[in-house]
C-alpha cells in the first residue's frame, strides 16, 4: 500500500509545544495557519468547547420536586440523573468504611439507565398509545406479542410491586419482558420505547458494581437480588443517609427545599481519601498484563502467552463442572457460570439457542435504512439509531455523538481489563482503522476484540453480568459485560453464536464484540484454500491452530507476540502480524482512500465526509459524477496542497478534530515506521534488531492513559450540544 507518513508536530501537546518545535521558521505555510487556528480554537470557548472533554457540569442543581415524593408513594413521572446517583452511591460507600467483605447494596436499574422518554408515552391518547396492540401493528409482519408485551392495565399489584412499584400509575401503557423477534422488524420510537420498558420492569439486575478509578484500583458493591420498591433510592433509605450526611438535612425536610445541589466529584474525593481501594492481587494477575502495563517505560510491553492459553478440552469443563460443585453457598455468579458449563454438556454448534439479541429496525427512508438496519444495538439498551437523519441534529452532531460512545466504550473496556489483567487485543474493522491512522473511523461503529479462551473463561468465571462504572471524574458512562451461556463450545456455531461475549454501553446499546480464540476440530472455511494464510490437516484439534465461532483461524506467530499501542489515545493491543491479515479479510481496505462518501485525506491524517472535502477542491471537480468523480477526489485528497489544508482548517468541526487527534496520529506514524516496511507490509524481523527494539521501547514507553479525547455523552447531549447551537444561531 503507497501510505503516505506526514509527521509535523512531534507529538505537540499544546501550543506552546508547537511555538519552540524547532522554532517558528522551520514550520511550512501549513504548519504556520494551523498555529493560528488553534491559538483562536483554544481562546473562544464558546465557539469550541467540545475540544476540552473534562467535566464542566458535575455540580448539579435538583428541583426536589421532580424527583421526591411528598405521600410515601411514586412520583407520577420518571427522573434521572446520573450525578445524583452517583452522588448517592459514593456516599453510601464512603459511609461503610473499609469493609471486610464486599459490600451488599440496592440496585434498581431506573436509577442508572435514563427512561424518562416513557413520561410522555403515559401521557398519549389513543390510537398513539404504545399498547401492545400499537407495538404489533408498527412492527414488520404483525407479530403475536403476548411472547414478550404485556398492558400494564393486565398486571396484579403483587406484579407491579415485585418490579419495583408502588403503583402502576407510574408504568407506561405495556411492559416488555422479552425480545421481539429479529425478523420483526420494529419503526425506531418502537424499540426504543421496547428497550425503556423492558429496562424499567424486567431487565434482570446485574450482579456487582465496579467504579473505575483512574489513579489505580476499583470501588466495588454486590448488588442485592431481591426485588421490590425497596431496591430504589428513593426507598432504599440511601437517599436518607445521603441527605443527613451531605445536605445536612432529613429527607423528609427536603421536601422543603425546591432544589437541592449534588457534587459527586466532591463525595468521589472523600471516598477515594478515606477507603482504598480494591486492588487485583499479583497471583490473579495470570499474564502479568497488569504488572507489565504498569512498568517502567524502560521496559518491553509486548505480551507472550502460551499454547495452553489457547487449549480448552471436554475434560477441562467437566473438572470445572465438579469443582464448582463441591462449593457451599455458591454465589448467583458461580450459579450461573456452573449452569453454562453444564449447558455446554447438552447443547453443541448446531442445536446451541442463539444468546445474543439485536433491535433490527425498519426504518421507511431508503437513505436511512442503508445506513442503520440496527443489527449493532444490544435490543435491551436501544436509545436511538446513529446514523439516522434527527431532527435538530446535523450530520455532524449525529457523527460527534457516535465518535464519544465509540471512544468511551473502548477507553472504559481497556482500563477495566488492565485493571483486571484481563488480556485482549483489537481485530476486524478496528484493526484495519488503527492501521490507516491510530483512529477509530468515523463511519463504523464496530469494534472487534478477541482474547485466549483462558481469558474468556475467567472473565466469565469473575466478571460476567458485572456493571462497569466509568471513573466519576471522567463522565458517566455505564458498561455491561455480558458473557454468552455457550462460550465453553469451541466449535463453529450455526445458530447465531459467533460472539462469545459483549461490553455493552447501557446508554446506546452500542457494544464491543469479544471473540475467544481456541483449538478445536473445525475446519478451515474455503477462503483459506484460495487464499493459505493458515493451514491445518482436516478435522485436527490438536493443531496449533485458534478459531472462533464463526470462521476466522489464526496460527499462534500471527497472534503473539502482542504489541502494546494506542488507538485515538486509548492504550491497547494488537497482534504480532497485521498487515498480511488485513489485507486476506479486507481485499481493498488497505488501498481504498474512499468509503461511503469519507475520503482519507494525508496531510490530515483524516478521513472527511465528501461535503467538507469538496469545499477546497476545483469547481470543474466538483461538477464531475458517479466513478469519475470519485477517483479525482482521491487524487486530491491524496495530493492536497498546503493551502487546501489551510481551507479545510477553516471549517470548525475539522479543525477540532484535527486538534483533538494531531498527537496521536504523528505518534502512529512513527509506530508505522518500526512495525511495517516502506510499503506497508508486515516488518516481521524488525523487533529482532536490538537498536530498533530499543527504538520501539522508548516509543511504546511514551503510552499512558490519559484524559478522554472527548466530551463524556452526557454532557455532550445535555450541555455543550446545545450551548454550540445557541452559539451557532446567533452568529449566523
Known amino acids: 500500500m503507497n501510505f503516505i507518513i506526514v509527521s509535523y508536530f512531534q507529538l505537540a501537546n499544546s501550543i506552546t509545544d508547537l511555538l519552540s518545535y524547532q522554532g517558528t521558521s522551520k514550520l511550512s505555510s501549513f504548519q504556520m495557519a494551523a498555529l493560528q487556528f488553534f491559538k483562536v480554537l483554544e481562546g473562544d470557548k464558546n465557539r469550541f468547547g467540545l475540544v476540552d472533554s473534562s467535566l464542566c457540569h458535575a455540580v448539579g442543581n435538583i428541583e426536589t420536586k421532580d424527583f421526591l415524593p411528598d405521600d410515601g408513594k411514586d412520583l407520577d413521572d420518571f427522573f434521572y440523573d446520573p450525578r445524583l446517583t452517583l452522588s448517592v452511591y459514593l456516599n453510601e460507600l464512603t459511609n461503610l ?14 436509577d442508572w439507565i435514563d427512561v424518562t422518554l416513557l413520561n ?40 407491579v410491586n415485585s418490579l419495583g412499584y408502588k403503583s402502576k400509575d407510574i408504568l407506561p401503557p405495556s411492559v416488555i419482558f422479552g425480545h421481539c423477534k429479529h425478523n420483526n422488524n420494529g419503526y425506531n420510537d418502537v424499540r426504543v420505547y421496547m428497550a425503556k420498558s423492558y429496562v424499567l420492569t424486567y431487565l434482570p439486575k446485574p450482579y456487582k458494581v465496579i467504579i473505575l478509578n483512574k489513579e489505580r484500583g476499583t470501588y466495588e458493591f454486590e448488588v442485592d437480588q431481591s426485588n421490590g420498591p425497596e431496591q430504589r433510592m428513593i426507598f432504599s433509605g440511601m437517599l436518607d443517609r445521603f441527605s443527613k450526611k451531605i445536605l445536612k438535612v432529613s429527607s423528609q425536610s427536603l421536601l422543603k427545599k425546591k432544589v437541592f445541589t449534588v457534587d459527586h466529584l466532591s463525595i468521589f474525593k472523600k ?20 504488572q507489565i502495563v504498569m512498568s517502567s517505560p524502560s521496559h518491553s510491553k509486548d505480551i507472550s502467552l502460551t499454547e495452553a492459553s489457547f487449549d480448552y478440552t471436554k475434560e477441562k469443563i467437566t473438572q470445572k463442572i465438579e469443582e464448582y460443585e463441591q462449593i457451599k453457598n455458591r454465589t448467583i455468579q458461580q450459579n450461573n457460570f456452573l449452569d453454562g458449563l453444564k449447558d455446554c454438556l447438552l447443547y453443541d454448534g448446531l442445536n446451541e439457542p442463539e444468546y445474543f439479541k439485536m433491535a433490527t429496525l ?47 466504550l473502548l477507553r472504559n473496556w481497556n482500563r477495566f481489563a488492565e485493571e483486571k489483567g484481563i488480556v485482549s487485543w483489537i481485530m476486524h474493522g478496528p484493526l484495519l482503522s488503527w492501521y490507516w491512522d491510530g483512529l477509530m473511523f468515523p463511519f463504523d461503529v464496530d469494534i472487534d476484540i478477541q482474547m485466549p479462551i483462558s481469558e474468556l473463561v475467567r472473565l466469565s468465571e469473575f466478571y460476567n453480568q458485572t ?13 455491561l459485560i455480558d458473557v454468552g451461556t455457550y462460550i465453553h463450545n469451541r466449535d463453529i456455531s450455526h445458530t447465531g453464536n459467533h460472539i462469545d461475549a459483549r461490553f455493552v454501553d447501557v446508554d446506546s446499546g452500542i457494544y464491543i464484540d469479544i471473540t475467544g480464540l481456541a483449538k478445536s476440530p473445525a475446519n478451515l472455511p474455503e477462503e483459506y484454500e484460495k487464499t493459505p494464510i493458515v493451514q491445518k490437516p482436516k478435522d485436527d484439534g490438536e493443531v496449533e491452530v485458534y478459531n472462533d465461532r464463526r470462521k476466522h483461524f489464526y496460527t499462534f506467530d500471527q497472534l503473539l507476540p502482542l504489541h502494546y499501542s494506542m488507538m485515538g489515545g486509548v492504550p491497547l493491543f494488537v497482534p504480532n502480524q497485521i498487515e498480511e491479515r488485513l489485507r486476506f479479510e479486507y481485499s481493498h481496505g488497505l488501498d481504498d482512500y474512499e468509503f461511503h462518501g469519507w475520503y482519507f485525506v494525508p496531510k490530515l491524517q483524516l478521513w472527511v465526509m465528501t461535503d467538507k ?27 492536497m496542497t498546503d493551502q487546501q489544508a489551510i481551507d479545510m482548517l477553516k471549517d470548525d468541526e475539522t479543525l477540532m478534530e484535527y486538534y483533538l487527534t494531531r498527537k496521536f496520529t504523528d505518534w502512529h506514524s512513527r509506530e508505522r515506521e518500526i512495525l511495517f516496511t516502506e510499503d506497508g507490509k508486515d516488518n516481521i524481523n524488525a523487533l529482532k534488531d536490538p537498536e530498533i527494539r530499543a527504538k520501539y521501547t522508548q516509543l511504546t514507553g511514551e503510552i499512558t492513559m490519559g484524559r478522554p479525547l472527548r466530551k463524556c455523552l452526557f454532557e455532550y447531549e445535555k450541555f455543550d450540544r446545545m450551548l454550540s447551537l445557541e452559539y451557532y444561531l446567533h452568529n449566523n
Not at 97 to 110: A, C, E, I, Y
Not at 120 to 128: H, N, T
Not at 467 to 477: M, S
Open 97 to 110: 468504611g473499609q469493609p471486610k467483605d464486599t459490600p451488599v447494596l440496592p440496585f434498581h436499574w431506573t
Open 120 to 159: 410522555e408515552e403515559k401521557k398519549l391518547q389513543d390510537p398513539k398509545l404504545m399498547t401492545c396492540e400499537r407495538i404489533r401493528r408498527r412492527t414488520q409482519r404483525n407479530p403475536d406479542t403476548s411472547p414478550f408485551c404485556k398492558n400494564k392495565d393486565d398486571l396484579s399489584m403483587e406484579e
Open 271 to 290: 471516598l477515594r481519601k478515606t477507603v482504598k481501594p480494591n486492588f487485583m492481587p499479583r497471583s490473579q494477575d495470570v499474564h502479568s498484563m497488569n
Open 362 to 408: 425498519n426504518i421507511r427512508e431508503r437513505k436511512n435504512k442503508l445506513n442503520d438496519w440496527g443489527w449493532h444495538y444490544d435490543w435491551r439498551f436501544f436509545s436511538d439509531a446513529l446514523f439516522i437523519e434527527k431532527v435538530g441534529w446535523t450530520k455532524q452532531e449525529r457523527v460527534e455523538r457516535t465518535n464519544i460512545i465509540l471512544e468511551r
Open 467 to 479: 456493571l462497569v462504572v466509568e471513573d466519576p471524574t471522567e463522565g458517566y458512562g455505564r458498561y
Open 613 to 639: 472535502l469538496s469545499k477546497v477542491l476545483p469547481e470543474e471537480q466538483i461538477r464531475k459524477d458517479g466513478k469519475q468523480l470519485r477517483e479525482l477526489v482521491i487524487a486530491a485528497a491524496i495530493d
